[in-house]
């Protein structure tokens, strides 16, 4: 039985997935980040983004629950994997 709760946030995971996968510079770091994790600067360096362009796709990730920050690293969560394996 799915509860109608489960219905709406599965709906909102996926349009978030969706937003995500749209914008080739957010796949770009979700790529660039990986499952090891990189500080800000070792993807700053690597992508080669106007500060603009990598902050604001950077905080949009974080805040949308795609990447985290941990001991000075970025990783991605589990959406953010799931993000990754989708392409």
Request: proline residues 1%; glycine residues 8%; aromatic residues 6%.
């Amino acid at each position: 039985m799915v509860l109608m709760g489960e219905k709406v946030r599965d709906r909102e995971h996926h349009e978030r997935l969706f937003k995500a996968s749209m914008s080739p510079i957010r796949r770009q770091i979700v790529a660039a980040i990986g499952v090891q994790g990189k500080t800000r600067e070792e993807l700053k360096k690597e992508l080669e983004l106007s500060d603009f362009q990598f902050k604001f796709n950077l905080d949009w990730l974080i805040r949308e629950g795609f990447v985290k920050e941990e001991d000075g690293k970025l990783k991605l969560t589990d959406d953010g994997i799931e993000l990754l394996e989708a392409g």
